[in-house]
């Protein structure tokens, strides 16, 4: 059994049918996401600092590179 999606008489999708198998699937996934540590961006203060880099100069490359596209 595949996903299946229930329209209204406009055309609007309105609901959704998912199989059992892919339901506990996702769930299990869900609840194992839920016990992983949350992202801290605190913990990743000051690591470019000692790659010898300007961080300043590299982000403006980047800025230039993302104007060229």
Known sequence: MQVQYIYDENGKNTS??????????????????????????????????NLGIHLEKELQNLRQEWGRV
């Open 16 to 49: 959704v049918i998912v199989p059992i198998d892919l339901w506990n699937d996702l769930s299990q996934k869900i609840k194992m996401k839920k016990g992983r540590e949350s992202f801290e961006p605190s913990k990743f203060r000051g690591i470019y600092r």
